[in-house]
């Protein structure tokens, strides 16, 4: 190894707290802390014109290596212009390396949601029936959302009639380490988790009720939700014990939304689903209507396919604001089958406008509530870097 002189160093030659700085300001890309403080940095060494890291993976075989390989250079280089190569050595964390990186992400084994000083509003968006929309709602309010710049979660506890992952385009697996810490995936701005994400969107969930509830309160206590000021919860339908369960035990203090369509029938089974979240302690932030008309593409008229009325009429019932009434829009449909929310797929179409205008409405209901202070900084769980002769620095 060539041994830096006192010439080179006054030339501009960066010393390993110089460099182990600059990767301190990268952070990774599904934890979203620095690389120096989850102990990401195994080793720096520095000769002429050239730096060495060593990185330990939070998993072989990472999926992510490729931003190793290339956002470290990046900005190694762009901090110091006498380094003409960098070199990124890929390794991972020994098993009790990740046990500690886990440890200090989550403390404790509860929902970071139970705790009194979470920011996070939670909001179940909920019905009596399927086939009324509640997905849709859900997907599109979390994409309106975060489009406004909120930092948002969604979880997609309907369990049988998962749908919420094809519906975002993110089908894919997430990243699991030591099967008890989930890093949710990335889809329009915001987090998202569904059993979608686990399993073939053609295998029918089996499950019993414990099963059931052990898989729900894994989604809510180890994902790394990392505290959003909104987590949007797509509720399986009906009045069922999943659904009681998830309100009583999991998300007590949560708000629902009761989503509905225009006609009668539809509106008195979204009441029901009202009424059973009221006696559980939930309280009901107000009522969304779907398929409220349609509009004619020639002549811009509309009409009233499924009746009119029912959405309001839930809403006087239960003394709520009607947040918004959603067209019915082929696009909208056509978009959601190819994974894609309306409100970025087609941000000047009728529906996205109607689910702006309800996100308008429930953000002046719920505005964000403050950041928590500062969390303790994880311990640092890096070996010792080495020099340039070799030697532990």
């Known amino acids: ?51 060495t890291v060593d990185i330990a993976l939070t998993i072989p075989g990472c999926p992510l290596k490729a931003f190793f390989q290339e956002e470290l250079p990046s900005k190694i280089k762009a901090s110091f212009p006498e380094i003409s190569d960098v070199v990124v050595n890929l390794g991972a964390m ?31 968006i909920g019905s009596g029936k399927g086939g009324v929309g509640k997905s849709t709602t859900t997907i599109n309010m979390a994409a309106a959302l975060a489009k406004r710049g909120h930092d948002v979660g969604l979880l997609d506890a309907d369990v049988w009639g998962f749908s919420a992952a094809r519906m975002a385009g993110m089908s894919q697996q997430p990243t699991v380490l030591d099967e008890r810490f989930i890093v949710p995936l990335q889809a329009w701005g915001f987090k998202m988790i569904s059993i979608g994400n686990l399993i073939d969107d053609t295998t029918p969930v089996v499950w019993r009720g414990p099963m059931l509830h052990k898989m729900l309160q894994s989604f809510l206590t180890d994902v790394h939700w990392e505290n959003p000021e909104y987590l949007l919860i797509d509720m399986p339908p009906g009045t069922g014990d999943v659904a009681i369960s998830l309100l009583q035990n999991f998300i007590p203090g949560s708000q629902m939304i009761l989503i509905t369509t225009p006609q009668q029938a539809a509106s008195k089974v979204a009441e029901r689903a009202g009424h059973m979240a009221l006696k559980v302690g939930t309280k009901l932030a107000g009522v969304v209507e779907n398929m409220s008309f349609a509009i004619c593409d020639q002549c811009s008229e509309r009409t009233y396919p499924f009746g009119t009325g029912g959405g309001a009429e839930l809403a006087a019932r239960f003394e709520i604001p009607l947040l918004g009434q959603i067209p019915l829009d082929s696009a909208m449909r056509d978009f959601a089958d190819h994974g894609k929310p309306a409100v970025v797929a087609l941000p000047d179409g009728p529906a996205a406008k109607a689910f702006e205008e309800t996100v308008e409405k429930f953000v002046q209901l719920f505005p964000p509530r403050p950041k928590q202070a500062a969390r303790k900084t994880l311990p640092l769980i890096m070996q010792p870097a080495r020099t340039s002769n070799g030697h532990r620095h």
């Open 94 to 124: 020994t098993p009790e390396e990740r046990k500690s990186l886990i440890g200090g992400i989550k403390g404790e084994d509860t929902s970071p949601f139970s705790s009194p000083d979470s920011r996070t509003t939670i909001v179940a």
């Open 1 to 51: 190894m060539h041994n830096l002189t006192v010439t080179e160093y006054a030339r501009g030659v960066p010393t390993i707290e110089q460099v182990r700085d600059v990767l301190a300001k990268i952070d990774d890309p599904e934890l979203h802390r620095s690389i120096v403080e989850l102990g990401m940095v195994k080793g720096i060494e520095i000769a002429p014109g050239l730096v």
